[in-house]
Nanobody, 128 residues
Framework: VQLQASGGGLVQAGGSLRLSCAASGFAFDDYHITWFRQVPGKEREGVSCISNSGGNTYYADSVKGRFFISRDNTNNVVYLQMNDLKPEDTAVYYC??????????????????????WGQGTLVTVSS
């Protein structure tokens, strides 16, 4: 089982990045995916989640309207398009997979323990 997050980097405030999470070794289209982020010394924060079919998405208030999650079940990839980035978006971003039950998005973003598989994280740094 592997979740490989990529796409992080250094960007100026107002810029954009697209993160990717490539999955292998499990039935990807049976699993819901959530992006979390964490700043050293702070609690992990749920950012966005997407159901296994892609039909349901949810966003944290802090990123709503700026971030967009999508998935390609043919190629086993989830994307997080991040626009209008702010310095407070600076963090290590992790993708995670959980299933089979889908709970309300707010629950999934607040319950990292639900997720069975985790990627290694990709660093996003937004300069002011």
């Amino acid at each position: 089982v592997q979740l490989q997050a990529s796409g992080g980097g250094l960007v100026q405030a107002g810029g954009s990045l697209r993160l990717s999470c490539a999955a292998s070794g499990f039935a990807f289209d049976d699993y819901h995916i959530t992006w979390f982020r964490q700043v050293p010394g702070k609690e992990r924060e749920g950012v966005s989640c997407i159901s296994n079919s892609g039909g349901n998405t949810y966003y944290a208030d802090s990123v709503k309207g700026r971030f967009f999650i999508s998935r390609d079940n043919t190629n086993n990839v989830v994307y997080l398009q991040m626009n209008d980035l702010k310095p407070e978006d600076t963090a290590v971003y992790y993708c995670s997979a959980g299933g089979p039950d889908y709970y309300p998005g707010r629950y999934l973003l607040q319950n990292a323990g639900y997720f069975s598989f985790w990627g290694q994280g990709t660093l996003v740094t937004v300069s002011s």
